[in-house]
T-cell receptor
Framework: DAMVIQNPRYQVTQFGKPVTLSCSQT?????MYWYQQKSSQAPKLLFH???????NEADTPDNFQSRRPNTSFCFLDIRSPGLGDAAMYLC?????????????FGPGTRLTVT | GQQLNQSPQSMFIQEGEDVSMNCTSS?????WLWYKQEPGEGPVLLIA???AGELTSNGRLTAQFGITRKDSFLNISASIPSDVGIYFC???????????WGAGTKLIIKP
């Protein structure tokens, strides 16, 4: 089945220790998104790629970076995680510009910062 | 900025009951989407609505795009235990890729 895959599902990191979360998709979608979701809240968009074009949301902290080496993979790098960065991180995809709002989500990576 | 008011915040239902939840806004939306999120999982797209007045079904789920373009509702008929989760409405934001999210409706099955 075509899908959005996130690894790992659970990640524990230490305060200030860089961490990378990964996302891959077999949908062959052009657009990939990273969201942060805190407990019982709606997802919050961090940034997205349309193909190789990177688009950062204005309120995304500099501590968060992303890479998309090819169509299938996208990475979220947190350079110096703080306790406030503990959250569920969701990757999502959209097929193309004509369907940007229909976003398909992966299962998420739950990040714990100790 | 645009905001979505989603209600109710939570619902306690018995198996077999019909469920109704809605989202309203003071702003006009061109697209409404309904997602379901189960614990520890990502949101799953249930229904997408693109036209005012549109009524769309997906199995036991029915959603409508309000005529005024400022509201949408989701109905679930004959609820079953696997319907539990958080249901989010979302609408098109200021850009063509940005979703504005409601706060979610948590559906709980009474024992």
């Amino acid at each position: 089945d075509a899908m959005v895959i996130q690894n790992p599902r659970y990640q524990v990191t230490q305060f200030g220790k860089p961490v990378t979360l990964s996302c891959s998709q077999t949908l062959n979608h052009n657009v990939m998104y990273w969201y942060q979701q805190k407990s019982s809240q709606a997802p919050k968009l961090l940034f997205h790629y349309y193909d190789k074009d990177f688009n950062n949301e204005a309120d995304t902290p500099d501590n968060f970076q992303s890479r998309r080496p090819n169509t299938s993979f996208c990475f979220l790098d947190i350079r110096s995680p703080g306790l406030g960065d503990a959250a569920m991180y969701l990757c999502a995809t959209s097929r193309d510009r004509d369907s940007l709002l229909e976003q398909y989500f992966g299962p998420g990576t739950r990040l714990t910062v100790t | 900025g645009q905001q979505l008011n989603q209600s109710p915040q939570s619902m306690f239902i018995q198996e077999g009951e019909d469920v109704s939840m809605n989202c309203t806004s003071s702003s006009i939306f061109n697209t409404w989407l309904w997602y379901k999120q189960e614990p520890g999982e990502g949101p799953v797209l249930l229904i997408a609505l693109y036209k005012a007045g549109e009524l769309t079904s997906n199995g036991r789920l029915t959603a409508q795009f309000g005529i005024t373009r400022k509201d949408s509702f989701l109905n679930i008929s004959a609820s079953i235990p696997s319907d539990v989760g958080i249901y989010f409405c979302a609408g098109d934001g200021d850009s063509n890729y940005q979703l504005i999210w409601g706060a979610g409706t948590k559906l709980i099955i009474k024992p």
